[in-house]
């Protein structure tokens, strides 16, 4: 639950509208020092302007460095006072104004007789429906009370410029809809009365109901929901939509496939900027994902690994003179797969040549790694570089990976999940030695043994835990510690300090 401040440059400013007990003075909010809040402060910063070094910018600098959320954010700042930086985000934007002209017929006629247009979002709501999906993508990106938009009518209609605009600017058709919009913002920082509310911290859990191979299963939530709202963590579910609501909660926890090409990592960037404890991090997610950086990572700090020669795309005679030179099978692998997808096995230089034409259609960069055939592979569960879990993943029957996708339905091989201290000492090793160059989150180290040999195959961020699997030895236990630790990141935020 979030305690709701909303700072004018003088209380005057609020007059055309219901007294908030809410309500302070820019001057009152920076005089009151640094102070320790026993919950979640929420800042509507509402000043005149945001000018570097105004009141305005002011308020949202010191309500970050005092750890209270606050819109807009000194990045929302940065990025409306230069339309380099926040012309770079429009081309989507533009498209689906495009799309949104076409389908709304009075939306083409208002413009048709216009050559410039002016609307007015107050926190991503407009009273012209025709463009309430812009407006709200829009406040998506530019998280801020107040924006002015202004279309320009060239070639095809354009966004040409978005301004934070003020209280001061509003008519008094706008002074209404700023009240129900702030009314309905407030009310989802809110959104339990206080009377009942019995929890201290909001956590998001960001899921896709369709997604065919998601990280945790139902039952998996499920037992995060229980063991959060166990410590007084109110969990929610989130999909792709809510990304805007995101500065309601104090933690992300994201349980989707990630990926930097899609909203995952967008949502764990806007999550870290916007002050929450988030698993996966956007860092990990950065370091993981891409199998060419991780690979890189992992050899310049001397972590064991399979044989992995990098190909490059548009270097024929390099790859011909590579795959010669090799003993086969290998395996050859996109940089950003997951589940065992982009990951194929070729026997012979012709194969590894035919097969990195083909990747290369999608990536600059393509990896070939020693094979090696295990029954299975080891994934030991890794949290704030202390080892959770560990399991043995078994080929999938008849195939050489634990996943496979060839069939009309995807299949998995059988498993062993069985207590850490059971797993051999040097895996567990190599696993934290792995992990230790990624971050203090939670990760899933995948590891192949042959006799003596310990190689990390990959460090999953967004690793698998589901029902009667990885939980089956630590049971409840295994989500109450997940949970257990985003309590203590969360306290430890409120204080101040680092986790």
Known sequence: MSKLKIVVDKKEDWQAFYPAEQLVSAHEYLAQGSQRERTPVQIINLCRNYRYLSYGYYISLLAEARGHKVIPSIQTINDLGRKS?????????????????????????????????????????????????????????????????????????????????????????????????????????????????????????????????????????????????????????????????????????????????????????????????????????????????????????????????????????????????????????????????????????????????????QSAIVLVQEFMYTEYDWRIGILNNKPLYACKYMMTRGHWQIYNHSGAETESGDFETLPVHEAPAKVVKTALKATKLIGDGLYGVDLKQSADKVVVIEVNDNPSIDSDVEDLYLKESLYRMIMEEFLRRMERRRLGIGH
């Not at 081309?91 to 002016?118: C, P, V």
């Not at 690979?295 to 390099?318: C, I, Q, Y």
């Open 85 to 361: 930086v926040y012309g770079l985000g429009m081309k989507d934007l533009n498209t689906l104004l495009g799309k949104l002209i076409d389908k709304h017929a009075d939306l083409r006629a208002q413009l048709e007789s216009d050559q410039r247009l002016q609307i007015t979002l107050c926190f991503g709501q407009t009273h012209f429906f025709p463009l309430q999906d812009l407006a709200r993508q829009i406040f998506d990106q530019f998280p801020c009370p107040i924006l002015h938009l202004t279309f320009r009518k060239g070639p095809v209609w354009e966004i040409e410029t978005v301004k934070a605009g003020n209280l001061k600017q509003l008519s008094e058709q706008e002074e209404d809809h700023f009240a129900a919009a702030i009314d309905a913002f407030s009310r989802k920082i809110w959104r339990k009365p206080t009377a009942h509310r019995q929890y201290r911290y909001d956590l998001a859990i960001l899921v896709d109901h369709d997604e065919q191979l998601p990280p945790s299963d139902a039952k998996a939530i499920k037992q995060f929901i229980r063991a959060g709202r166990q410590l007084g963590i109110d969990v929610s579910l989130i999909g792709k939509k809510d990304y805007g609501r995101l500065a309601e909660y104090d933690g992300l926890f994201i349980r989707e496939t990630t990926s930097i090409s899609n909203h995952t990592y967008r949502f764990a960037k806007r999550a870290e900027r916007e002050g929450l404890v988030v698993f996966d991090d956007p860092t990990s997610i950065l370091r993981c994902c891409n199998k060419v950086f991780l690979s890189d990572l992992l050899a310049t700090n001397g972590v064991a690994m399979p044989e992995t020669h990098f190909l490059f795309k548009d270097h024929r005679k390099e790859l011909k003179l590579l795959a010669a030179s090799l003993s086969y099978p290998r395996v050859l692998k996109i940089p950003d797969g997951a589940f065992s997808k982009g990951v194929v096995k070729v026997n012979s230089a012709e194969e590894l040549v035919t097969q990195a034409e083909e990747y290369f259609k």
